[in-house]
């Protein structure tokens, strides 16, 4: 009777707890995939006044997610449209003068829960107290996992955070402080009539608001070539420079010289500014290469010459 | 004989290379012609012209609205105007970043027994027009317990650091840091060639966000449009004979935005 125990409901709790201790420590590490619209919220407002901007945030991942909001402010970092968020200092906390809060939460960083594949619209509500300077503030919007505090063997955690910038500026009037100049303007002065053309154009903000420059590069040629490269209009921030991104061009008949002409408005009722340059387009690679072949040519014909000769 | 002699020669120079001149004209390229001057992902737009998607409401009124339309009504009357997304890209595309895996187990370590392990981080930008992704860490591998560390690697020439790649190939060489192998990785990290595994010798440390002084650092950056960009971030860790025993753990933060 005793045998008998031993060997059906003992063994099938010793195979379970064997089971529950072998599962795979590896289940623990899951992909964690989130995306958020919009990537950029640019606000112009009076000081006092209040928006509110709706996000749309999901977890693309099968496992459910915990995220929570949090805002810094950033900097420009580079001249490509990067950013460095400033955390602030453990002594102050503070983020002003703007004010967030998301509805529905308390707090801005309380943590809410995303369930698998689940899209959450959150309403982020920005106040800009009335006395508040009148400039540009910068910031980013994160959202972040979280990670478990959990005992284990020697493994390293990590935290997805991901963002989105968002531009104010205040002002009473809606006129704003634009300053600005073109810095670099170039291309190469020879270029391969084989290769496209690429610009290289620099902008800096000088003034206490951001701009949206916006213009054209104009490309002629000495055989009546034109061609027009309109600028996207990125934003230049307070105080800073930014390399825009300029389409590459590709003339029709790439060969002679060329004159190019950057004109460039910081915004629509703001100043503009121009630059000239001009540039070479000539076959010099392939001319190389035919220069090569036909000295083979003309040494072969010597060597087979030599030998004709000598026979 | 002499005439024939004279004539042979005429063709075999200088008309060649002015035959060859000719058809080199007429091979510029052509195809330059159906070239459009924007591309896939961006198109200048004007101003005004809807694109968006978003949600905007007032202190005083929720409206409708879409992203690069300006503001409603007069700024005076409604006090703010705004704009969500960007101008210049019109598809609404959300920013998506995938880290692949949470939780690195490196099990037990060995003295001079180096063990590495892979992240898989991608980044489509959508409607965004560029990104980058930064990282750091809470602190080095720390035991809770007794407070004992695993130092960041300082690498086998004792050059490595947060902002600097070093060399990591002696065994003997100790602490934990981090190779990449990837899209838009920063010099002298290789750039992903699915043909080809990486050949991972150069190595930094995790920014150790304890210290202050630190900032966190770019892994992955690029001022374009991109879909689907992947990196793979390689945690190679290893122990001296001096280590403490015990259970070390740290967190690493990485963190996607998009250009401004």
């Known amino acids: ?311 | 004989m002499k005439f024939t002699s004279m004539k042979k020669k005429t063709i075999t120079t200088g008309n060649i290379i002015i035959i060859i001149f000719i058809n080199f004209i007429f091979l510029l390229p052509t195809s330059a012609l159906a070239q459009k001057m924007t591309s896939p992902n961006y198109e200048l737009i004007k101003p005004n012209l809807n694109f968006g998607g978003a949600y905007v409401s007032g202190s005083d009124k929720k409206l409708g609205f879409t992203g690069g339309q300006l503001g409603p009504g007069p700024y005076e009357s409604s006090g703010f105007q705004l704009w969500a997304g960007f101008w210049y890209i019109k598809k609404i595309i959300p920013f998506t970043f995938t880290v692949s895996n949470n939780v690195i187990e490196f099990g037990s370590l060995t003295t001079n027994t180096p063990k590495i392990e892979k992240t898989t981080i991608t980044v489509s930008t959508g409607s965004a027009g560029g990104y980058q992704v930064t990282a750091q860490e809470n602190h080095s591998m720390m035991s809770y317990g007794s407070g004992a560390k695993i130092k960041d690697v300082t690498g086998d020439n004792n050059d490595i650091s947060e902002t600097t790649a070093g060399d990591w190939l002696l065994d003997t060489t100790d602490g934990l840091g981090y190779s990449l192998s990837g899209d838009d990785v920063p010099t002298p990290f290789p750039t992903r060639n699915p043909a080809v595994t990486p050949v991972l010798t150069k190595y930094k440390q995790f920014s150790d966000l304890s210290n202050l002084t630190k900032s966190p650092q770019v892994i992955m950056s690029s001022s374009s449009v991109g879909e689907n960009r992947t990196l793979d971030v390689f945690y190679k860790i290893n122990i001296s004979a001096f280590q403490e025993a015990g259970r070390y753990q740290n967190v690493i933060t990485y963190i996607a935005t998009p250009t401004y």
Not at chain 1, 145 to 162: L, P
């Open chain 1, 1 to 311: 009777m005793k045998k008998k125990t031993i060997t059906t409901g003992n063994i099938t709790i010793i195979i379970f707890i064997i089971f529950i201790f072998l599962l795979p420590t590896s289940a623990l590490a899951q992909t964690t995939s989130l995306s958020l619209w919009p990537p950029l919220l640019e606000i112009l407002i009076k000081p006092g006044k209040v928006v509110t901007q709706v996000y749309r945030l999901t977890n693309n991942s099968g496992d459910s997610v915990q995220i929570i909001p949090q805002i810094y402010p950033f900097i420009p970092l580079g001249d490509s449209g990067q950013i460095e968020i400033i955390y602030p200092k453990p002594e102050s906390s503070t983020i002003e003068p703007i004010f967030f809060s998301i509805q529905g939460s308390d707090q801005l960083t309380d943590s809410m829960t995303l369930k698998p594949r689940e899209t959450r619209e959150l309403v982020l509500k920005i106040g800009v107290p009335r006395l508040s300077t009148e400039k540009d503030y910068y910031y980013t919007l994160l959202f972040s996992t979280s990670t478990k505090d959990e005992t284990g063997s020697n493994r390293t955690s990590s935290i997805s955070q991901i963002g989105s910038n968002i531009i104010i500026t205040t002002s009473e009037t809606g006129l704003l402080d634009i300053s600005g100049k073109i810095t670099q303007f170039f291309t190469p002065k020879i270029i391969d009539s084989f290769s496209p053309v690429n610009f290289l154009v620099k902008i800096q903000n000088s003034g206490i608001n951001h701009f949206k420059p916006f213009g054209k590069i104009e490309v002629t040629g000495i055989l009546n070539q034109k061609y027009g490269i309109p600028l996207f209009e990125q934003n230049i921030l307070s105080n800073s420079v930014r390399q825009l991104t300029i389409n590459s061009l590709y003339p029709k008949l790439s060969i002679g010289p060329f004159k190019s002409k950057l004109t460039v408005s910081l915004n629509q009722n703001g100043p503009s500014y121009s630059s000239e340059i001009s540039f070479w387009m000539l076959p010099y690679k392939a001319g190389i290469l035919i220069i090569v072949i036909v000295l083979i040519i003309i040494i072969l014909k010597r060597i087979l010459k030599r030998r004709t000769r000598g026979a």
